[in-house]
């Protein structure tokens, strides 16, 4: 039996929603208020393989993979 893994990791931020907590009077003061970031690239995705006789080793990749280049790793 094999079982395999993927994980992104973000450089910046996460691609999910951020949540501010505050008071209804507070609502409009800077430090409530999130920046948004245009363009965030930095991102890698990692995979992995384990099975009861072995792990291997982890896989970095970069950019995205079609089904052929999957079959490869």
Same mark, same amino acid.
């Given at each position: 039996?094999?079982?395999?893994?993927? $994980?992104?990791?973000?450089?910046?931020?996460?691609?999910?929603?951020? %949540?501010?907590?505050? +008071?209804?009077?507070?609502?409009? =003061?800077?430090?409530?208020?999130?920046?948004?970031?245009?363009? $965030?690239?930095?991102?890698?995705?990692?995979?992995?393989?384990?099975? %009861?006789?072995?792990? +291997?080793?982890?896989?970095?990749? =970069?950019?995205?993979?079609?089904?052929?280049?999957?079959?490869?790793?």
């Amino acid at each position: 039996m094999i079982f395999s893994d993927e $994980s992104k990791i973000n450089l910046i931020n996460s691609d999910g929603a951020r %949540y501010v907590r505050y +008071l209804p009077i507070n609502k409009h =003061e800077t430090l409530n208020i999130l920046p948004t970031v245009k363009h $965030s690239e930095g991102s890698v995705m990692i995979w992995g393989v384990i099975s %009861y006789y072995s792990v +291997l080793d982890l896989v970095f990749i =970069e950019d995205k993979i079609t089904d052929e280049q999957y079959k490869t790793i």
